[in-house]
């Protein structure tokens, strides 16, 4: 069962940008939306969060103001915009739905996943 298809991954040098999507199947209404990213031998990791509505947002501190997420209701979607990226940012990233949590275990639905490299 996938609900969430997420992509917009691929290969930028240090510096650049990327836009990630997630586009989902059904209205999560009322739920709040993230991005998590896990490289390889590492733990999963909250990046960013979005609410309902959209102006409640939260970043992890490593992404400080590197980082935008926005939802587009309508849409069904919410993204990533991912700019002054880092050899560090590589992961592969994830969106999920659920709470407002920073943790995994907060979200019930998640995308499969599109891998980020950033080169140096």
């Known amino acids: 069962q996938v609900q969430l298809v997420d992509s917009g991954g691929g290969m930028v040098q240090a510096g650049g940008s990327l836009r990630l999507s997630c586009a989902a199947r059904?209205?999560?209404?009322?739920?709040?939306m993230a991005w998590f990213r896990q490289a390889p031998g590492k733990e999963r990791e909250f990046v960013a969060r979005i609410s309902w509505s959209g102006d409640s947002t939260y970043f992890a501190n490593f992404v400080k103001d590197r980082f935008t997420i926005s939802r587009d209701n309508a849409k069904n979607t919410v993204y990533l915009q991912m700019t002054s990226l880092k050899p560090e940012d590589t992961a592969i990233y994830y969106c999920a739905a659920g709470s407002s949590s920073t943790l995994a275990s907060g979200y019930s639905y998640w995308g499969q996943g599109t891998q980020v490299t950033v080169s140096s």
């Open positions: 059904r209205t999560f209404r009322s739920y709040t």
